[in-house]
């Protein structure tokens, strides 16, 4: 049986959806926390240039897979009320889609704008019809996802011919000495602090393996484009820290 990845440990398919739910259900109410030490606090100015791409528009239907405590959907809802406000048309409408419960109730309980619905479910069988979205959005969670390709095939099932898609995640980074650095930090210093803040070494040590599996720029691109996708892009975000891919429904 083909294995899945859980942090650098290969493990049944079938066990890894509930090992993941484990992790985010300890770090859930302190995620902000978990991003700001996974990327020194730049996460907040990468989400920004998400949004800022993404470019909602007043009537679109914007699904935010993986969407955790709804950060990404805050930014995108804001954005499209301005839209709304600049030159009319219909609401739009946030879909946050995110497998763990304990995240979506971390979320609704912060406040959140009226353009957003919740729901709980799995990046591999949407909740949602074929065809239903102008735009899909996932954001540091489709490395936490047993099938990947399984879960690029399911976005572009949901969303319209043409359709935008974005993949925010951690990624390689493009020089060797910011690769070692960012090696030193990751394996070193988040799993101690995380151990010492949030009192979960384990789950931040899992975060930091999860990284280091995960297809580079190029490979990840190429997997996009064999789910259906065209026009296939990716913008590195601090020296390839992260990066962003880009692509259209075909």
Same mark, same amino acid.
């Given at each position: 049986?083909?294995?899945?990845?859980?942090?650098? *440990?290969?493990?049944? +398919?079938? $066990? !890894?959806?509930?090992? &993941?739910?484990?992790?985010f259900?300890? #770090? %859930?109410?302190r995620?902000?926390?978990?991003?700001?030490?996974?990327?020194?606090?730049?996460?907040r100015?990468?989400?920004d240039?998400?949004?800022?791409?993404?470019?909602?528009?007043?009537?679109?239907?914007?699904?935010?897979?993986?969407?955790?405590?709804?950060?990404?959907?805050?930014?995108?809802?804001?954005?499209?009320?301005?839209?709304?406000? *600049?030159?009319?048309? +219909?609401? $739009? !409408?946030?879909?946050? &889609?995110?497998?763990?419960?304990?995240? #979506? %109730?971390?979320?609704?309980?912060?406040?959140?704008?009226?353009?957003?619905?919740?729901?709980?479910?799995?990046?591999?069988?949407?909740?949602?019809?074929?065809?239903?979205?102008?735009?899909?959005?996932?954001?540091?969670?489709?490395?936490?996802?047993?099938d990947?390709?399984?879960?690029?095939?399911?976005?572009?099932?949901?969303?319209?011919?043409?359709?935008?898609?974005?993949?925010?995640e951690f990624?390689?980074? &493009?020089?060797?000495?910011?690769?070692?650095?960012?090696?030193?930090?990751?394996?070193?210093?988040?799993?101690?602090?995380?151990?010492?803040?949030?009192?979960?070494?384990?789950?931040?040590?899992?975060?930091v393996?999860?990284i280091?599996?995960?297809?580079?720029?190029?490979?990840?691109?190429?997997?996009?484009?064999?789910?259906?996708?065209?026009?296939?892009?990716?913008?590195?975000f601090?020296?390839?820290?992260?990066?962003?891919?880009?692509?259209?429904?075909?």
């Amino acid at each position: 049986m083909p294995s899945a990845t859980f942090g650098f *440990r290969d493990v049944d +398919p079938e $066990a !890894k959806p509930g090992l &993941v739910r484990s992790v985010f259900d300890r #770090v %859930a109410r302190r995620y902000d926390l978990m991003n700001d030490l996974m990327s020194a606090g730049v996460h907040r100015l990468w989400k920004d240039a998400v949004a800022a791409r993404l470019n909602p528009q007043p009537g679109e239907t914007i699904v935010d897979c993986a969407g955790g405590t709804g950060d990404i959907a805050r930014r995108v809802a804001r954005m499209a009320r301005r839209a709304q406000e *600049r030159r009319g048309g +219909p609401d $739009a !409408k946030v879909v946050v &889609v995110d497998y763990n419960a304990e995240m #979506v %109730a971390a979320g609704r309980e912060r406040g959140f704008e009226p353009e957003i619905l919740w729901a709980v479910g799995d990046a591999q069988r949407l909740p949602l019809p074929d065809a239903c979205a102008e735009a899909y959005v996932i954001a540091f969670g489709i490395r936490n996802v047993t099938d990947i390709p399984a879960a690029l095939r399911e976005a572009r099932r949901v969303l319209k011919p043409g359709g935008r898609f974005l993949c925010l995640e951690f990624s390689r980074a &493009v020089t060797e000495g910011l690769r070692k650095a960012y090696d030193a930090y990751s394996f070193k210093v988040i799993p101690e602090i995380g151990a010492r803040v949030a009192g979960d070494r384990d789950a931040y040590q899992y975060l930091v393996e999860s990284i280091r599996r995960f297809p580079d720029q190029k490979r990840f691109a190429a997997m996009i484009a064999e789910a259906g996708f065209s026009r296939v892009e990716f913008t590195n975000f601090s020296g390839g820290v992260a990066a962003l891919h880009a692509a259209r429904a075909i």
